[in-house]
Structure formats: structure tokens, C-alpha cells
């Protein structure tokens, strides 16, 4: 099993001839999901090779352009594949109307249904949930009412150990789920197998945090603790702070102490203005509070495996 993102876009603002807004493909479970949309994405979408009729589930941060501008025209796109699924939009109250006026105006006659989940508390809430993967908002601190989002895998199963079942006759097949789901085994006789013999560990699961845009917010730490990846806006370096705080942003200082804080696995940096043509000093800033930081690569696939 693994994890799997594909940056999309990673800048700020404005889209050069070399860079692209916001926008990343996240696998997960053999769920694709499409969290921001700026500019251009569904071009992105077709150089990285994705099967668009995988993407059932789009997650908006905030109603910037740089993260929403692309929104319409992949819609408009799945309409003319001739997409007949259900597409579910989760974002900040306002994307319904958002959407819904440009396609009014645009005279758009939909061949699938879009169903809006718009979010407006300021707490961490589930927003989407099935049997392998549920999705938190992360509340952040920006310009307008911002969200970033925990995408983490379910706890697995235990893995039954037949070597040791196959010692208890009384074990039978109709019993294995209770295995898988940590529970023990009483015999007749009222003695109790401890499942930990009857069963091997479960395979770990896996979690990936996006974070973009908001201002430090050290109180996001506790919802993306031990998170296997973590994706933190950086827009500046650290010398401009004055700066982030006035357009509601984070240095990649900030970011590094983020990841530190929350011991996660690996930080991806990321949203980075354009005054910046060389984004190494961003990293080696970042790497001095977190050495386990990277920068992002346009439309290559960062993989997270989990060896059975």
C-alpha cells in the first residue's frame, strides 16, 4: 500500500510561463483526491498522465483565485467526457454560489450532479468519511476563511497468524473477523487466547496534512501530530516576517518549526512568492529547524510505501 501526491502547482498569486497556482492529486487508499484548483489544473491533470473520472472528491482551501480560478473549466470538462457521477466539492461557505453562478450565466446544462459541502466553523470537523479514509478541516489564519485538510487512513485490520489459529480447532472462519478487529478468543473451557498470538500487528496507516495559506499557527500542531507528510505554505523567508503577518502568511522558518512541533515524517514547502527566482535559501532556512524538509517538484509523484 502506499501514499501517493502529485504537485500540481505550487506558487503564489500570479502563474508564470514556469509555474503554476495551487493544486495537488492525492491518492490515498485508492481514493483520488483533487485539493485546490488554480489556474491551469486540468491541463496539469492531463501532463501527469490522471484518469479524470477517478476524482470524485474536490477539497478547496479558501476562495483566493490562485486555489479556485481552475474549478470551472475542469467542470466544464467532465461534462463534455460526459461525466454521469456524482462530483462532491468540500470548501468554505460560498463555493456553492461560487459555481453555481458561472454555470447558471454560462447556460451549462450539467449531465452530473455537484453536491456542496461548505464549511464555516472555525474547529477541526470531519469532512468526509467512508470505510478507509476520513478527511479533518485544519482551521487556519488567512485573509479570508481558510481551511487546510488531514487526510488519513482508517486503522487497518490485524493480520491473522494461521499458524497458531490452526491449534484452536474450535476457531472457525465465521470468527476471523473478530481476529482482524483485535479481539481475543475464549474456548469452551473459558480459557482466553490472547489475539496477539492469533494475530499479527497491522499494517500502518497512512496520513498526509495540506496546509495553505495561513499566517503561524502553532495550535493547528495537536491535529497533524505524526502526520507521514505534511504539505506548509512558505511564502517568505523569515528576514520579511513583518510581511507574512500582513498578508496572512508564513515563512519557511515557520513552517520548518510547524513540522518540528508536530513530529511529522517529512515537510514539503510551498506556496512561495515570485519575488523568489531561486528557492534554495527557502529551503536551507527550513532545514535549519527541520532537516527532513524538501521542496516541491512540478507533476512529480511524491510516494510514501508500506511494505506487507
Known sequence: MSLQLTILGFNSALPTAFTHPTAQLLNIAERHFLIDCGEG???QLRKAKAKFNRINHIFISHLHGDHVFGL??????????GRDTPLH??????????ISTQLRLTESNNSFEIIFNELHTKESVLVFEDDK????SI???????????????KPKP?????????????????DYQNLKNGKDFTLESGKIIPNDYLTFEAQKSLSYAFCSDTK??????????????LYHESTFLHELKDLAVYTGHTTAKEAALIAKQANVKKLILGH??????DYKPLLIEAQQEFPHTVLPELLKTIKIEIIS
Open 41 to 43: 489544473t486540468q491541463v
Open 158 to 174: 490485524r493480520k491473522l497468524n494461521m499458524d497458531t489459529i490452526v491449534e484452536f480447532p474450535e476457531i472457525e472462519i465465521c
Open 216 to 229: 503561524y499557527k502553532p495550535d493547528i500542531v495537536p491535529i497533524i501530530k505524526n502526520v507521514d507528510v
Open 89 to 98: 466539492i468540500h470548501g468554505p461557505k460560498g463555493i456553492d454560489e461560487f
Open 139 to 153: 482551521p487556519l489564519n488567512h485573509r479570508v476563511y481558510t481551511n487546510g485538510y488531514l487526510f488519513r487512513e
Open 72 to 81: 470551472i473549466g475542469l467542470i466544464s470538462t467532465f461534462q463534455l467526457l
Open 272 to 277: 512561495f512568492s515570485n519575488r523568489y527566482h
Open 133 to 136: 479514509v476520513e478527511v479533518y
